[in-house]
C-alpha cells in the first residue's frame, strides 16, 4: 500500500495538473531544466533556516549539556579489539577508488564513470572493521544474511526517490551520456543499492559510541493521546502532499524527503504494529539521533566524492540554492536527517521479513 501511494499520488497529480505527456517521468537518464525553479530567497532561506534550527536545538542543547557534564555510562571505557585485517582491505579499496575518482588518467578513461560503488563498498568495509574493533561484531560478520538483503532493498528503496524525484527535479545527473538507458538503470542500481548498508553500518558505529545512549535513552517522551488519529491525520497530509507535489514542486519539494517515511510510519501505527517511532512514547531516542546523524555522515561523504567525479549529479533547489557546500546548498543537508529515518525503518522491515522466515523454518 505504501509503494503503490509513492507511486501513483505523483502520477496522477501529474496527470491532472500538469500539462505534459506523463511518459516524461520515465526518461533515462531524467533530463533537467523542465521544470523552471524559484531564484534564491532570503525570506524563505531564513523561515528554513530558522525551522531546522527549531527542529534540532533541544537535541543539541541536551547533547551539549550530557558532553560537558562529561557523564559516562561506564567507569572504565571498554578495551579496544585490533583493527582487523579484512579492514585494511576496505581501506585499500576505498583509497584506490578515491584516486582513481579525482584524477583523470588517460588510459583509464573508459573506467573511471565506474569507480563510485567501489568507494562506497570500501566505506561500508571500513565502518564495519571499526566497529569490531570498538565492540568485537559488526553486523556485516553477525547478520550475513540480512545485510547481503540491504544491499538489494537499497536498490529499490533509492529507485523511489529518484521516481519522484522526477517530478520536483531538485537533483540531475551529468556525464552520463556514454551509459545508455539500459546501461544507466544497471549502473545506477549497483550504486544504489550501497545506501542501506553504509547508513546502517555507520549507525552501528555511532551507537557504539556511549554518549549517544546516555543522551537520548531517557529524552522527551511523545505520547499521542489518540494515536491512530494522528496516523490516519498524518498519513492524509503526507498523500495530499504527493499528489499535489507535480503541481507545486517549488513549495512542496521538501516532502519528497518526509512523505516516504510519514506514510510507512503512519501504516504501520494504523495496522497497530511497532515502528520506528514507538520507542519514543518512552523518551528513548537514541536510536533516531544514531541514524540521522549516520545519514548526515553519510551525506558529507556522498557529497564530497560526488565533487571531483566525473559523472556527477547537480543540485537545483527552489528559493535555498545558495551556500554550497560540495555541489549541495546547505538547507540541504537537513534533508538527511529524516532520510537517515527513513533507511531504518525500511531496513527494519527487511530484518522482520528475516526473522519471521527464519522462525518460519
Request: glycine share 8%; proline share 8%; net charge positive.
Amino acid at each position: 500500500m505504501a509503494a503503490g501511494l509513492l507511486l501513483g499520488l505523483p502520477l496522477l497529480g501529474a496527470w491532472m495538473f500538469v500539462d505534459e505527456p506523463l511518459w516524461i517521468y520515465f526518461d533515462f537518464p531524467p533530463e533537467p531544466g523542465r521544470i523552471d525553479h524559484a531564484p534564491f530567497s532570503w525570506p524563505v532561506f531564513w523561515v528554513l533556516a530558522l525551522l531546522i534550527a527549531a527542529c534540532l536545538a533541544p537535541f543539541a542543547v541536551r547533547g551539549l549539556r550530557v558532553f560537558l557534564q562529561g557523564r559516562r555510562i561506564n567507569a572504565k571505557a571498554q578495551p579496544l579489539e585490533a583493527f582487523p585485517a579484512w579492514g585494511h582491505a576496505g581501506i585499500a579499496v576505498g583509497a584506490v577508488a578515491w584516486i582513481f575518482s579525482w584524477t583523470r588518467f588517460s588510459w583509464f578513461g573508459a573506467w573511471q564513470p565506474y569507480t563510485f560503488p567501489l568507494l562506497w563498498l570500501g566505506y561500508i568495509i571500513i565502518v564495519n572493521a571499526l566497529c569490531q574493533r570498538r565492540t568485537g561484531a559488526c553486523r556485516m560478520l553477525a547478520q550475513p544474511r540480512f545485510f547481503a538483503l540491504l544491499f538489494l532493498a537499497s536498490a529499490v528503496f533509492w529507485w523511489f526517490f529518484e521516481y519522484l524525484n522526477r517530478f520536483v527535479l531538485n537533483w540531475y545527473y551529468v556525464d552520463v551520456d556514454m551509459f545508455g538507458p539500459a546501461g544507466y538503470i544497471f549502473y545506477a542500481t549497483i550504486c544504489f543499492s550501497t545506501v542501506l548498508p553504509a547508513v546502517w553500518s555507520t549507525a552501528d558505529l555511532i551507537a557504539s559510541y556511549p554518549f549517544f545512549r546516555h543522551a537520548f535513552a531517557d529524552f522527551i517522551p511523545l505520547r499521542p493521546r489518540h494515536s491512530g488519529l494522528a496516523a490516519g491525520t498524518l498519513l492524509t497530509a503526507a498523500a495530499a502532499g504527493l499528489f499535489l507535489l507535480p503541481a507545486y514542486p517549488n513549495w512542496l519539494f521538501p516532502l519528497l524527503w518526509v512523505s516516504p517515511l510519514l506514510i510507512i510510519v503512519c501504516f504501520q501505527a494504523i495496522a497497530g504494529r511497532p515502528h520506528l517511532f514507538s520507542p519514543v512514547a518512552r523518551g528513548q531516542w537514541q536510536r533516531l539521533v544514531c541514524f540521522a546523524t549516520a545519514a548526515l555522515v553519510c551525506g558529507f561523504f556522498w557529497e564530497m566524492w560526488n565533487f571531483y567525479s566525473l559523472a556527477r549529479w547537480e543540485y537545483s533547489i527552489p528559493f535555498v540554492h545558495g551556500f554550497e557546500v560540495f555541489e549541495m546548498p546547505l538547507p540541504g543537508y537537513a534533508g538527511y536527517l529524516p532520510f537517515g529515518l527513513e533507511c531504518a525503518a525500511v531496513g527494519d522491515i527487511v530484518q522482520r521479513q528475516v526473522a519471521t522466515r527464519r522462525q518460519g523454518k
